[in-house]
Each structure stands twice: as structure tokens, then as C-alpha cells.
């Protein structure tokens, strides 16, 4: 058999397996709500602290017309595929809009240690979920879903 022929009978097989993974990897989300939009970001190295750990910056694009508020909640976590993920803490922002505009609120945390002994990179990622508080009308929105940024792997 020719090695071609060999190639396209693997094929099906290869793309099976890789399917799952496709399918499984988070697109970066955001959600509307009332005038505003918020985009949970992906996380960054952003620093060295003074003992020499890793810094990471965990930032959300909020997007929101005029005479609002929103008010955002963040929750960080580290992905975990042999059990539920290890959540890391909730940051709220409240961030009052007075005309169309962009905000970036973020938060800087160490990297943890969550895995494994011999495991050296974390995978963290955070969700947000939004309420629109202030408006024209004086009515607050409804908690949006929780949308989750991509998740990075970041080498301790």
C-alpha cells in the first residue's frame, strides 16, 4: 500500500481523536445585557512579586452605554481534568458608565500551587456573570450566565 493510501486510511481515526479536543476548547465569550457587555479575558503573566513568584493578571473588557452601572462579579480557578476545578477568589466591580465607554477592571494574584507534586504548570482561567444596576429606568437586570475566558497554562 502506498504511503498515501496509507495517510488517508488513518485519517477518519486521527480526526476522532483530535474531535474531542476541538470541541472542548472555550471560545472567548462575552454577553450583552441591557446596554452593557462584558468579555472575560485571558489571563497574563503580568509580574515577579518580591520573593520571586509569578504574578498573574486576571482582566475583563466591560463595554456599556451611557447612565449605567454594571456591577461584575469575577471568580478565578485553576482547571483541573481529573476532578472539579480549585477556585482561587471572587472580585466584584462596580463601575458606573456616564456616557458610551470602555472599562478594563482587573485583579493581580499569585499563582497558586494547586496540583500535583512533580506538576509544574497551572491552568488558570476566570468566569464572569454581570447585573446591569443602574439604568434609565431604575430597574436592575438579572444575572447574566457565567462566561469563561480561555483557559492558560502557565509553568511555575
Not at 479536543?21 to 452593557?36: D, E, F, H, I, Q
Not at 458608565?97 to 494547586?114: C, G, Q, R, Y
Not at 504548570?121 to 438579572?142: I, P, Q
Request: hydrophobic residues 35%.
Amino acid at each position: 500500500m502506498s504511503f498515501m493510501r496509507k495517510a488517508l486510511t488513518m485519517l477518519p481515526g486521527v480526526a476522532a481523536l483530535s474531535l474531542p479536543m476541538v470541541l472542548s476548547a472555550p471560545a472567548n465569550a462575552y454577553t450583552s445585557s441591557n446596554g452593557c457587555s462584558v468579555t472575560p479575558e485571558a489571563p497574563v503573566f503580568d509580574h515577579l512579586n518580591g520573593t520571586g513568584q509569578k504574578v498573574i493578571k486576571y482582566w475583563t473588557n466591560a463595554l456599556c452605554s451611557g447612565d449605567r452601572t454594571v456591577e461584575i462579579q469575577d471568580r478565578r480557578y485553576d482547571d483541573d481534568w481529573t476532578s472539579a476545578d480549585d477556585p482561587y477568589g471572587t472580585t466584584t466591580y462596580t463601575i458606573t458608565f456616564t456616557e458610551f465607554a470602555a472599562a478594563n477592571p482587573s485583579v493581580t494574584k499569585v499563582l497558586p500551587d494547586a496540583d500535583a507534586w512533580g506538576d509544574d504548570n497551572e491552568e488558570m482561567y476566570h468566569s464572569t456573570r454581570f447585573r446591569v444596576t443602574g439604568t434609565l429606568d431604575g430597574v436592575t437586570s438579572a444575572w447574566t450566565a457565567w462566561e469563561r475566558s480561555p483557559v492558560v497554562t502557565f509553568h511555575r
